[in-house]
């Protein structure tokens, strides 16, 4: 058996137990049976998350393309979404910053049955509400949002939580509440991540490297031109959005940034 199959097994169990201590005192399970199980079950259920999440570590790695439908050049989002999978995108993630949730909805299904079929991991932006109903691979949020623990709470025991971070107690404080995988950037000036502060540059990502424990995505005006200084700072996963979704050929662009990564020593 699998972990996945252990624990559908284990979250039905949990669910079957709900029915039965639902039927009164009479039934079949009483209160102290009841909290007994309840915490073995609930016990099992995270450790057995904590190890699947642990298991998608390793795919935290390579080009990480975010899909912005405000930053495609006038194309359709799944265009993009495609050509940076037929690229080699490991990761791709899907942020909108300004439409209703149920737009954003018909985009986040076609998407995760696209990166289902290519084994590529789709994370969700902010919305954990949807990243929860399309059963993406995860969930990233920044500073401001909802808090991990909050995070966790929605989300299946498998999923994965980024979270964004630009100074080193911050990245140090996500780890500490159970982030799965750390952003730090911007690296490098950029239109679209953290615009209008300084940007970091490499000595603090190869600091970043050094205190992180988890997987660790280098994002912020990353481009075919200066990625390779990024990658052997030890970057896992290199975050773009412009670099792909803007160029002519967004494949091309793609496969560009991963043959750099793959060429600068890191995993693609």
Same mark, same amino acid.
């Given at each position: ?74 194309? $359709? ?22 439409? $209703? ?5 018909? !985009? ?19 919305? =954990?509400? !949807?990243?929860?109903? =399309? ?13 991990? $623990?909050? =995070? ?16 080193? $107690? ?73 670099? =792909? ?24």
């Amino acid at each position: 058996m699998t972990l996945t199959e252990a624990l559908t097994l284990v979250t039905t169990s949990r669910e079957l137990l709900t029915v039965l201590t639902g039927q009164g005192t009479g039934g079949p399970v009483n209160s102290e049976m009841n909290q007994a199980l309840s915490e073995t079950l609930d016990a099992l259920t995270a450790g057995m998350g904590a190890a699947l999440r642990q298991a998608q570590a390793d795919k935290v790695r390579g080009l990480y393309v975010i899909i912005d439908p405000q930053v495609t050049g006038g194309r $359709d989002p799944m265009e993009i979404a495609r050509a940076a999978v037929n690229g080699g995108a490991k990761m791709l993630q899907l942020r909108d910053k300004l439409r $209703d949730k149920g737009e954003i909805l018909t !985009l986040a299904t076609p998407l995760q049955q696209l990166c289902q079929e290519h084994d590529v991991m789709l994370i969700m932006n902010d919305h =954990v509400d !949807l990243g929860a109903t =399309v059963g993406s691979a995860g969930v990233h949020v920044g500073q401001t949002d909802m808090p991990v $623990d909050q =995070v966790r709470k929605v989300l299946a025991p498998h999923q994965v939580l980024g979270r964004s971070n630009r100074e080193f $107690d911050q990245l140090i404080e996500s780890q500490e509440m159970g982030a799965d995988h750390v952003a730090f950037g911007a690296i490098y000036r950029t239109t679209t991540k953290g615009v209008g502060r300084p940007p970091q540059g490499i000595e603090p990502l190869r600091k970043a490297r050094e205190l992180a424990k988890v997987p660790l995505v280098a994002i912020g005006g990353i481009n075919i031109d200066n990625v390779t200084p990024v990658v052997e700072a030890g970057a896992d996963a290199i975050c773009v959005t412009a670099a =792909v979704a803007s160029a002519e050929n967004p494949e091309a662009a793609a496969a560009a940034m991963v043959e750099a990564i793959r060429s600068a020593g890191g995993k693609v």
